[in-house]
């Protein structure tokens, strides 16, 4: 099995290693954080074409529905994990949060929250997303699934 964020898992491999070893007690400078999300955001947007921003009206009420879904079920399960360990339900938010590593590990880092904890639990997020979004994927064209346009 391929997995096709390798190299984002690999760095945060070596950033989970020094942050559970202490070895190297490596930081980044704010000032390459800041830049490198800017820099991110200007490559992510630069890939928007007319087409795909004339499209946009049309599936954003879906695209709202299923945000307001999905932050629903996390909350819902931050709130009934946070009653059973003793991990704050703000932590857990990030933890859960279906969103970007960087972001909910700045974030974390931002509020003064348990970075290796988020890190850990989006980490395990990825890799389940990795490891069956392409057997999902499969089984879901083999039942019929899939539509031609």
């Not at 000032?31 to 499209?55: H, K, M, P």
């Not at 969103?99 to 974390?108: K, N, Q, R, S």
Request: charged share 10%; hydrophobic share 60%; aromatic share 6%.
């Amino acid at each position: 099995m391929a997995l096709k964020t390798a190299y984002i898992i690999g760095a945060i491999f070596v950033s989970l290693i020094d942050t559970i070893t202490g070895l190297l007690h490596a930081t980044v400078p704010n000032v390459f954080i800041i830049a490198s999300q800017i820099v991110l955001g200007l490559a992510i947007g630069s890939r928007f074409r007319r087409q795909d921003i004339a499209r946009l009206p049309r599936i954003a009420f879906v695209g709202l529905l299923v945000s307001l879904l999905t932050s629903i079920v996390t909350l819902a399960s931050v709130l009934v994990i946070s009653l059973m360990i003793e991990i704050d339900v703000y932590t857990l938010a990030l933890a859960g949060a279906p969103a970007g590593i960087a972001e909910m590990v700045l974030t974390a880092s931002a509020l003064g929250l348990s970075v290796p904890l988020v890190a850990c639990f989006q980490l395990t997020r990825i890799f389940v997303v990795n490891a069956f979004a392409a057997p999902i994927a499969a089984v879901w064209e083999r039942l019929g699934g899939r539509r031609e346009t």
